[in-house]
């Protein structure tokens, strides 16, 4: 079957780096997504990996390994405006999203 | 956990007929259901949020009368575009929101592609 597992909670300090980790399952592949999710809004799309490595953009970092069926998405310099949940999705051979359930994160001053 | 199913997954259709897509929720009731529309790398957009029994709000520049949607049931939603044209090719996605107990959570379904020749 197709799956995707993220961690469901995670916290961490204003100022500081978390990673969220991502493993999926799909039949096929045709690349990964990551989005922000703030409560009561729609998701905003943060980056999409179809390659393996490490892709930057700003205090936002994506990284994904095909062979090991894992993503991470990295934020540095933690804002309290960064506290939403993060969604990972795969897209398999058909072109059809897997979702994950979500990570939600919480900022601490 | 939770399951949205989407059907039907990919589409082709000529300028100017109608296409309907289902949205159901399979394994619990949603009490509101949300359809987005995906550009290529860029963020959902919500067209429209749908209640069980009600009409359906429409955001901002959605035009009701070109993308239908029935929330017959608590586990089902349409959404039906009307006249199709090219631009309307798209990925569509809906989403099923639950309220059980204490827990509000959103799960999302697999998307639908549209292509309109």
């Known amino acids: 079957g197709q799956n995707i597992d993220?961690?469901?909670?995670?916290?961490?300090?204003?100022?500081?780096?978390?990673?969220i980790n991502c493993t999926y399952q799909t039949s096929g592949f045709n690349g990964l997504f990551w989005y922000q999710q703030h409560a009561g809004e729609a998701p905003t799309f943060l980056s999409y990996n179809v390659l393996d490595g490490l892709e930057e953009k700003g205090r936002f970092s994506s990284f994904l390994s095909r062979s090991k069926g894992y993503s991470y998405l990295l934020l540095k310099?933690?804002?309290?405006?960064?506290?939403?949940?993060?969604?990972?999705?795969?897209?398999?051979?058909?072109?059809?999203l897997i979702w994950g359930a979500g990570t939600k994160l919480i900022i601490k001053p | 956990g939770a399951v949205?199913?989407?059907?039907?997954?990919?589409?082709?259709?000529?300028?100017?007929?109608?296409?309907?897509?289902?949205?159901?929720?399979?394994?619990?009731?949603?009490?509101?259901?949300?359809?987005?529309?995906?550009?290529p790398k860029k963020s959902l957009m919500l067209m429209a949020t749908s209640n069980e029994g009600s009409k359906a709000t429409y955001e901002q520049g959605v035009e009701k009368?070109?993308?239908?949607?029935?929330?017959?049931?608590?586990?089902?939603s349409t959404l039906t575009v009307t006249s199709a044209h090219p631009e309307d090719s798209s990925f569509y996605i809906?989403?099923?929101?639950?309220?059980?107990?204490?827990?509000?959570?959103?799960?999302?379904?697999?998307?639908?592609?549209?292509?309109?020749?």
């Open chain 2, 65 to 76: 009368d070109k993308f239908l949607i029935n929330h017959a049931s608590l586990t089902l």
């Open chain 2, 94 to 117: 809906c989403s099923a929101r639950t309220e059980a107990g204490e827990s509000d959570t959103q799960y999302f379904g697999p998307g639908t592609r549209l292509t309109v020749l």
């Open chain 1, 77 to 96: 310099e933690l804002q309290m405006k960064d506290s939403a949940s993060y969604l990972c999705a795969a897209m398999d051979s058909n072109y059809q």
């Open chain 1, 6 to 19: 993220q961690p469901t909670e995670m916290t961490a300090t204003e100022g500081a780096i978390v990673q």
């Open chain 2, 4 to 39: 949205v199913s989407q059907h039907p997954s990919r589409v082709i259709c000529k300028s100017g007929t109608s296409v309907k897509i289902e949205c159901r929720s399979l394994d619990f009731q949603a009490t509101t259901m949300f359809w987005y529309r995906q550009f």
